[in-house]
């Protein structure tokens, strides 16, 4: 298949960028590293006048790291995470997602900010933004903003981004020593998307668990927090118990949609087995 005919800008700075989104509106799309945007125009799902290509800002590419936060700049491609190396439960975490997303050539040209503008449910980089309570920037030709992860995220492909608002970067807070971190994922080929991902980053003193925070993929429009898990680990023993009834809760409250790759009692069942894994699996 091949795509419908479009324009082509490339911008040379983020206001060229961003000049080009106001002229062109609804019609324009923002091109990074197009492995989403350019299989959904081959399938003629999307149909862009213009294409404004910001895959030479380099100033959009790499970490910021501050005393207790890391800016993550929109153009950083997935191998850049799954190779960072940032110290700490938040480096792990970035190496153990960037891993799970899609294949070597994927990875290689794939961006972070693309995946979150994209907002597929079950994209790590959503799961991670939402998981952290991370913060978007969005810039247009009308100024910056700040949206945090809780009002980003809409609903399947569709966040609170404009027509009009670039995503350059997103902030997420440095995880201290104290944090036990994993992910865990099934898929049913490697390299696809997952079926149903689980994000954990809980803290942990004398054995006992503290902050719990638990972020669910594959089982609704948008990755979710799962507070039914959150609440029953925050306080108690990290052992076996507290995480089969942590699972147990986020699986029995869950209600996840039903497609040719599960039905919602296969997914019910993958998040109570997923989260007991990576609640099993947490290290720093
Ligand atoms: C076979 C296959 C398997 C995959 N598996 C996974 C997976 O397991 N996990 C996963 O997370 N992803 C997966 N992906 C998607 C991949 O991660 C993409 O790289 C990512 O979703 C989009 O990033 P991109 O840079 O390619 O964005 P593009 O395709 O260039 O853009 C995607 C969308 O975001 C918009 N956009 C991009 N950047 C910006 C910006 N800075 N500001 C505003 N809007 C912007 C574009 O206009 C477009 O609408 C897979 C893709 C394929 C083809």
């Not at 948008?222 to 809760?249: C, H």
């Amino acid at each position: 298949m091949k795509p419908a005919s479009f324009a082509y800008v490339r911008a040379e700075s983020v206001p060229e960028a961003t000049a080009a989104l106001d002229r062109f509106g609804e019609e324009g799309k923002i091109l990074a590293g197009g492995q989403s945007l350019l299989p959904l125009m081959n399938f003629r799902l999307a149909r862009p006048e213009t294409l404004i290509d910001i895959g030479g800002l380099r100033d959009l590419s790499g970490l910021r790291a501050g005393a207790d936060q890391v800016s993550i700049g929109a153009l950083t491609r997935h191998l850049d995470l799954e190779r960072c190396r940032l110290a700490g439960p938040l480096g792990t975490l970035l190496r153990a997602s960037a891993a799970h997303v899609g294949h070597l050539p994927i990875r290689t040209r794939g961006t972070f900010g693309g995946s979150v503008a994209h907002a597929d449910p079950t994209a790590e980089w959503c799961m991670l933004t939402t998981l952290l309570d991370g913060s978007v920037t969005a810039i247009s030709a009308a100024g910056e903003r700040q949206i945090l992860a809780q009002d980003f995220f809409e609903t399947v492909f569709t966040t609170a981004l404009r027509p009009d608002e670039l995503l350059t970067e997103v902030t997420l807070p440095l995880l201290g020593e104290e944090y036990r971190v994993a992910v865990a994922e099934f898929a049913r080929r490697a390299g696809d998307f997952a079926v149903v991902a689980v994000m954990v980053a809980c803290t942990v003193q004398d054995g006992v668990l503290g902050e719990a925070r638990v972020c669910l993929g594959g089982v609704a429009d948008r990755p979710v927090r799962s507070r039914a898990a959150e609440g029953i680990l925050a306080g108690q023993p990290a052992s076996a118990k507290t995480f089969t009834a942590a699972a147990d809760a986020a699986a029995a409250v869950t209600s996840p949609p039903a497609d040719i790759h599960g039905s919602a009692e296969y997914r019910r069942d993958l998040v109570r087995v997923l989260l007991r894994r990576a609640l099993e699996r947490m290290g720093p």
